[in-house]
T-cell receptor, first 113, second 117 residues
Framework: DTEVTQTPKHLVMGMTNKKSLKCEQH?????MYWYKQKAKKPPELMFV???????INESVPSRFSPECPNSSLLNLHLHALQPEDSALYLC????????????FGQGTRLTVV | GESVGLHLPTLSVQEGDNSIINCAYS??????FIWYKQESGKGPQFIID?????DKRQGQRVTVLLNKTVKHLSLQIAATQPGDSAVYFC????????????????FGQGTILTVHP
């Protein structure tokens, strides 16, 4: 199984809503990532988890809150988002400590209204 | 700061032709240089990588060339097929960003490759 599964595929939320994005992998990877991708732009790193611990927060606003409940799951909790947060949110995983081959999910297309 | 850029935003080729996608990078400290492919509606997919101490690496139908003197990376695709149509991103990897054990992957702007039958 070389898949990273993200749910939901699409999400529309209001600026006062609270929602969560979910990501799951069963490849035994111990590094998991959240990326944000705007239309026609490259993915931008948001968070990195290594062995279920937050390793990097790329100065992401606190309205985005990541969580790694176990080695297979990664969540991104969303609260009080702005319309400019609308984007494709990609989850990825890779082996640690260093691997150039990250496996990406197909993303959650988020629209904030 | 680190940046990775591309010379051309779009490339159109005929099926069967060879394709060359170029990328300029700025951070000489990068340990690896990688190419990813992103098809419409999907996440990026790893194609091939090259370590900073190498200048050429070949895969199946793909070759990556690294010229550190001019900070240039290229991806050559042989006998391009319609299924190769996608956005291609070059990326750089720092082996030990911030002293942690993971690699920080930074993507360039992307080239849209269109293959005409």
């Amino acid at each position: 199984d070389t898949e990273v599964t993200q749910t939901p595929k699409h999400l529309v939320m209001g600026m006062t809503n609270k929602k969560s994005l979910k990501c799951e992998q069963h490849m035994g990877h111990r590094a998991m990532y959240w990326y944000k991708q705007k239309a026609k732009k490259p993915p931008e790193l948001m968070f990195v988890y290594s062995y279920e611990k937050l390793s990097i927060n790329e100065s992401v606003p606190s309205r985005f809150s990541p969580e790694c409940p176990n080695s297979s799951l990664l969540n991104l909790h969303l609260h009080a988002l702005q319309p400019e947060d609308s984007a494709l949110y990609l989850c990825a995983s890779s082996q640690v400590p260093l691997n150039t081959e990250a496996f990406f999910g197909q993303g959650t297309r988020l629209t904030v209204v | 700061g680190e940046s990775v850029g591309l010379h051309l935003p779009t490339l159109s080729v005929q099926e069967g032709d060879n394709s060359i996608i170029n990328c300029a990078y700025s951070n000489s400290a990068s340990d690896y240089f990688i190419w990813y492919k992103q098809e419409s509606g999907k996440g990026p997919q790893f194609i091939i990588d090259i370590r900073s101490n190498m200048d050429k690496r070949q895969g199946q139908r793909v070759t990556v060339l690294l010229n550190k003197t001019v900070k240039h990376l290229s991806l050559q695709i042989a006998a391009t097929q319609p299924g190769d149509s996608a956005v291609y991103f070059c990326a750089t990897l720092l082996a030990n960003a911030g002293g942690t054990s993971y690699g920080k992957l930074t993507f360039g702007q992307g080239t849209i490759l269109t293959v005409h039958p």
